[in-house]
């Protein structure tokens, strides 16, 4: 009995034993990844966007340190936010045979943290060339609305020769993630190796959809009357006119202000009718009239219609009934999505909108609701199939790092357009937790859509603070990326704001706003660097005074505010203020008399001008009013077939020069019975500078040499006096 219960005993503490190995993974082997370090990349940059949450080096996800509880505040997990995806590369420190890698990542959906929906395991023996040899999905886990840590497995179909393994995961939102395991064993005895992943070239931004590649966002709330949709239709000039047509497209959408409950019947019903305006003479209803108004004047043809594309609100995966449907299965919503289509289709078309062209639809939800239910792809996928089943266009606008934004050509959108959110600035708790917005982020939203597939979002916001400056960075970026020559722009300009930049001021910086997008939707927006006009100005400033004024600076394809003073050298001992839109000031208190230049250039943020340089000549501040230039003053006498450089003072003009010192003279002179004055630093100048004296306060007169009258008299007296000596010696030798 005693033996019995001996081989009992020995059996179960051999099964624990197993038990133990297996669940700990050294049944796989050795965990590989213990203390080695790693780096970690995002897929979609988020130092621009999310400064506040860039990555910082650490070594969490290889100490051995495994989270207690499923709690954001486990001090064991290490936090991820957004980034599309992220991809942790771990040097193993030398070649090994690796068969699986585990990664455990938080579920807690009510605070916005989301475990991993795939997993990709990648290797490499060179750090250079890696190869995919697994990868694991998950689309149920993420929906639980119940905390937990999830460990995902890949499990490779054999032994992988590694030294660097990269884990690449989503990063939806906010990720948790507290260790990766790889096992395996040291050495790749047996091991195969992986087969590089071939490059991926990007994919280039959306093109247009039937020559539209411009289309405005008119959030329906406005109820935009006929005055109202003008500046849209028509580029409207300086002075009023309507010269050509501004945006090829107009989508018709609800905002958040709207106040319409797509919960309910009644909210969809409403905001239908006030979409279509009929018998209000607002919206579609006043844009039909508009295009049958302005046809002539557009010069458009007589079978010509203007496309618009009408918004499908999201319907949320839910228990409400909504169309007769409850929202809660694929089958239903999708049911109710095509009823509405249907809706759309009909009550346009009974509309009697001869001037109108039903182009497209658009899907209202700015990302992929992965957490919301398992089906959400589906969905999207067959919603696109009916709407091109029924002759229509798809298009989406989703934010940057919008979970799923990289899925929208596979998706089945015709165009999609990816959002910086460059145009409005952050506060309050959300400038704390993740930081302002930078204008890289511009570039860095383009980059991603060029990459996937999607065009650009431009976005205005008036009330911002540099709110012209924001919105250049998109003219730019979308010239300087390609996307102006046949990308789709989408633009986002809260409910008038073009209405009323068309309307303002000409040469404020609202108007320059609506003038140069119209340049950009005509593919004639430039980037070209300023210039600068500084060519022969002198600036006379007295001692112990102040000047001020502005430099001219042109630069058409920017707004003034954007400009900045790039490496300013002055001379030394000059007290000056130099800013960008060309305003200078100089205080000469304490400055001697003298010459003194600032050499500068002027940067539009993307270009750079030629060099300029302000001269400024300071004059002693007891010397009378002097306030121009010789040459200025003479160009007064200049002949057409004269330059101003060869006029001559007539022989006896009367002259008068004072030395003001470094090279410089200020001249004064009768002409034709007018006195002409100025400074000058030229030969008349220097040849006057050696008779005259260093300075005076009543010169001594000149003849057109240059010379003192005195001296010329002077002179002739004694030659005059020489010919009557030697006239006298010749008479005296004659008589002898």
Same mark, same amino acid.
């Given at each position: 009995?005693?033996?019995?219960?001996?081989?009992?005993?020995?059996?179960?503490?051999?099964?624990?034993?197993?038990? @133990?190995?297996?669940?700990?993974?050294?049944?796989?082997?050795?965990?590989?990844?213990?203390?080695?370090?790693?780096?970690?990349?995002?897929?979609?940059?988020?130092?621009?966007?999310?400064?506040?949450?860039?990555?910082?080096?650490?070594?969490?996800?290889?100490?051995?340190?495994?989270?207690?509880?499923?709690?954001?505040?486990?001090?064991?997990?290490?936090?991820?936010?957004?980034?599309?995806?992220?991809?942790?590369?771990?040097?193993?420190?030398?070649?090994? @045979?690796?068969?699986?890698?585990?990664?455990?990542?938080?579920?807690?959906?009510?605070?916005?943290?989301?475990?991993?929906?795939?997993?990709?395991?990648?290797?490499?023996?060179?750090?250079?060339?890696?190869?995919?040899?697994?990868?694991?999905?998950?689309?149920?886990?993420?929906?639980?609305?119940?905390?937990?840590?999830?460990?995902?497995?890949?499990?490779?179909?054999?032994?992988?020769?590694?030294?660097?393994?990269?884990?690449?995961?989503?990063?939806?939102?906010?990720?948790?993630?507290?260790?990766?395991?790889?096992?395996?064993?040291?050495?790749?005895?047996?091991?195969?190796?992986?087969?590089?992943?071939?490059?991926?070239?990007?994919?280039?931004?959306?093109?247009?959809?039937?020559?539209?590649?411009?289309?405005?966002?008119?959030?329906?709330?406005?109820?935009?009357?006929?005055?109202?949709?003008?500046?849209?239709?028509?580029?409207?000039?300086?002075?009023?006119?309507?010269?050509?047509?501004?945006?090829?497209?107009?989508?018709?959408?609800?905002?958040?202000?709207?106040?319409?409950?797509?919960?309910?019947?009644?909210?969809?019903?409403?905001?239908?009718?006030?979409?279509?305006?009929?018998?209000?003479?607002?919206?579609?209803?006043?844009?039909?009239?508009?295009?049958?108004?302005?046809?002539?004047?557009?010069?458009?043809?007589?079978?010509?219609?203007?496309?618009?594309?009408?918004?499908?609100?999201?319907?949320?995966?839910?228990?409400?009934?909504?169309?007769?449907?409850?929202?809660?299965?694929?089958?239903?919503?999708?049911?109710?999505?095509?009823?509405?289509?249907?809706?759309?289709?009909?009550?346009?078309?009974?509309?009697?909108?001869?001037?109108?062209?039903?182009?497209?639809?658009?899907?209202?939800?700015?990302?992929?609701?992965?957490?919301?239910?398992?089906?959400?792809?589906?969905?999207?996928?067959?919603?696109?199939?009916?709407?091109?089943?029924?002759?229509?266009?798809?298009?989406?606008?989703?934010?940057?790092?919008?979970?799923?934004?990289?899925?929208?050509?596979?998706?089945?959108?015709?165009?999609?357009?990816?959002?910086?959110?460059?145009?409005?600035?952050?506060?309050?708790?959300?400038?704390?937790?993740?930081?302002?917005?930078?204008?890289?982020?511009?570039?860095?939203?383009?980059?991603?859509?060029?990459?996937?597939?999607?065009?650009?979002?431009?976005?205005?916001?008036?009330?911002?603070? @540099?709110?012209?400056?924001?919105?250049?960075?998109?003219?730019?970026?979308?010239?300087?990326?390609?996307?102006?020559?046949?990308?789709?722009?989408?633009?986002?300009?809260?409910?008038?704001?073009?209405?009323?930049?068309?309307?303002?001021?000409?040469?404020?910086?609202?108007?320059?706003?609506?003038?140069?997008?119209?340049?950009?939707?005509?593919?004639?927006?430039?980037?070209?660097?300023?210039?600068?006009?500084?060519?022969?100005?002198?600036?006379?400033?007295?001692?112990?005074?102040?000047?001020?004024?502005?430099?001219?600076?042109?630069?058409?394809?920017?707004?003034?505010?954007?400009?900045?003073?790039?490496?300013?050298?002055?001379?030394?001992?000059?007290?000056?203020?130099?800013?960008?839109?060309?305003?200078?000031?100089?205080?000469?208190?304490?400055?001697?008399?003298?010459?003194?230049?600032?050499?500068?250039?002027?940067?539009?943020?993307?270009?750079?001008?030629?060099?300029?340089?302000?001269?400024?000549?300071?004059?002693?501040?007891?010397?009378?009013?002097?306030?121009?230039?010789?040459?200025?003053?003479?160009?007064?006498?200049?002949?057409?077939?004269?330059?101003?450089?060869?006029?001559?003072?007539?022989?006896?003009?009367?002259?008068?020069?004072?030395?003001?010192?470094?090279?410089?003279?200020?001249?004064?002179?009768?002409?034709?019975?007018?006195?002409?004055?100025?400074?000058?630093?030229?030969?008349?100048?220097?040849?006057?500078?050696?008779?005259?004296?260093?300075?005076?306060?009543?010169?001594?007169?000149?003849?057109?040499?240059?010379?003192?009258?005195?001296?010329?008299?002077?002179?002739?007296?004694?030659?005059? @006096?020489?010919?009557?000596?030697?006239?006298?010696?010749?008479?005296?030798?004659?008589?002898?």
């Amino acid at each position: 009995m005693h033996i019995i219960k001996r081989i009992l005993s020995s059996i179960l503490l051999v099964s624990f034993l197993l038990s @133990a190995f297996a669940v700990s993974g050294v049944a796989a082997g050795t965990n590989l990844a213990a203390g080695k370090s790693y780096t970690v990349e995002y897929d979609s940059k988020i130092d621009n966007a999310y400064p506040n949450r860039a990555y910082k080096q650490e070594s969490a996800l290889t100490d051995g340190k495994l989270a207690t509880r499923a709690s954001y505040s486990d001090t064991a997990f290490l936090k991820l936010y957004r980034g599309t995806s992220a991809s942790v590369t771990i040097d193993l420190g030398e070649a090994c @045979a690796v068969s699986s890698v585990e990664l455990r990542t938080l579920q807690m959906k009510t605070a916005g943290i989301q475990c991993a929906r795939y997993v990709h395991v990648a290797v490499s023996t060179d750090g250079e060339n890696f190869g995919t040899v697994g990868s694991v999905y998950d689309d149920k886990s993420v929906t639980s609305a119940s905390s937990a840590i999830i460990t995902h497995t890949v499990t490779l179909d054999q032994a992988y020769a590694a030294r660097y393994v990269r884990v690449t995961f989503s990063c939806d939102v906010y990720i948790y993630t507290d260790e990766i395991f790889v096992y395996g064993n040291k050495g790749t005895s047996g091991a195969k190796e992986a087969t590089p992943d071939k490059e991926t070239e990007p994919v280039g931004f959306s093109a247009g959809i039937d020559g539209i590649e411009n289309i405005v966002l008119m959030y329906t709330v406005g109820n935009y009357t006929q005055q109202k949709l003008r500046p849209y239709l028509a580029y409207v000039d300086k002075d009023g006119n309507a010269t050509d047509m501004m945006f090829e497209s107009m989508l018709f959408l609800p905002s958040g202000a709207s106040g319409f409950d797509f919960s309910t019947d009644k909210g969809w019903n409403d905001y239908t009718a006030n979409m279509f305006g009929i018998g209000k003479d607002y919206n579609l209803e006043a844009l039909n009239k508009l295009v049958g108004s302005m046809r002539s004047e557009l010069g458009l043809a007589d079978d010509y219609k203007y496309p618009v594309f009408l918004s499908v609100p999201y319907l949320e995966h839910g228990n409400r009934t909504v169309g007769g449907v409850v929202s809660n299965s694929l089958e239903n919503r999708l049911t109710f999505l095509k009823g509405y289509i249907d809706t759309l289709i009909k009550t346009f078309s009974e509309s009697g909108f001869d001037n109108l062209e039903f182009k497209g639809v658009y899907w209202q939800s700015e990302l992929i609701n992965y957490a919301s239910c398992d089906y959400e792809p589906d969905l999207i996928k067959q919603y696109n199939q009916y709407v091109h089943s029924k002759g229509l266009k798809s298009i989406w606008i989703p934010y940057y790092c919008a979970p799923g934004f990289e899925t929208a050509v596979e998706l089945g959108f015709d165009s999609a357009t990816l959002q910086s959110g460059y145009a409005f600035p952050r506060s309050g708790d959300s400038l704390t937790e993740i930081g302002d917005v930078l204008p890289g982020s511009v570039e860095d939203s383009a980059a991603q859509a060029k990459k996937y597939g999607l065009g650009m979002e431009f976005e205005l916001s008036i009330g911002a603070s @540099a709110a012209a400056d924001r919105f250049y960075k998109y003219l730019h970026t979308g010239y300087s990326t390609g996307c102006m020559d046949g990308g789709m722009m989408m633009i986002y300009q809260g409910v008038d704001d073009l209405f009323r930049c068309a309307g303002s001021l000409n040469g404020s910086n609202e108007r320059t706003v609506y003038d140069l997008l119209y340049l950009y939707t005509k593919d004639r927006f430039t980037s070209e660097a300023p210039v600068v006009e500084t060519e022969d100005r002198l600036i006379v400033i007295k001692t112990d005074s102040r000047s001020s004024d502005f430099v001219t600076i042109t630069d058409t394809d920017s707004t003034r505010t954007s400009w900045s003073i790039v490496d300013a050298v002055a001379t030394e001992g000059l007290n000056y203020v130099l800013e960008g839109e060309g305003f200078y000031l100089v205080n000469t208190k304490g400055t001697a008399p003298g010459k003194y230049t600032v050499s500068f250039n002027v940067s539009d943020g993307y270009n750079v001008s030629e060099r300029a340089t302000l001269e400024f000549l300071v004059i002693d501040k007891e010397l009378p009013e002097l306030n121009e230039t010789l040459e200025d003053a003479l160009k007064v006498y200049v002949r057409p077939d004269q330059a101003a450089s060869s006029v001559e003072f007539p022989a006896g003009t009367e002259i008068t020069y004072i030395d003001l010192g470094d090279g410089w003279g200020y001249v004064t002179a009768k002409l034709d019975g007018e006195t002409v004055k100025g400074f000058t630093n030229v030969a008349f100048g220097e040849e006057a500078e050696t008779s005259a004296p260093e300075t005076s306060s009543s010169p001594q007169p000149q003849d057109a040499s240059g010379f003192p009258i005195v001296i010329v008299v002077v002179i002739a007296v004694a030659v005059l @006096a020489v010919g009557v000596v030697l006239l006298i010696i010749f008479k005296k030798k004659n008589i002898k």
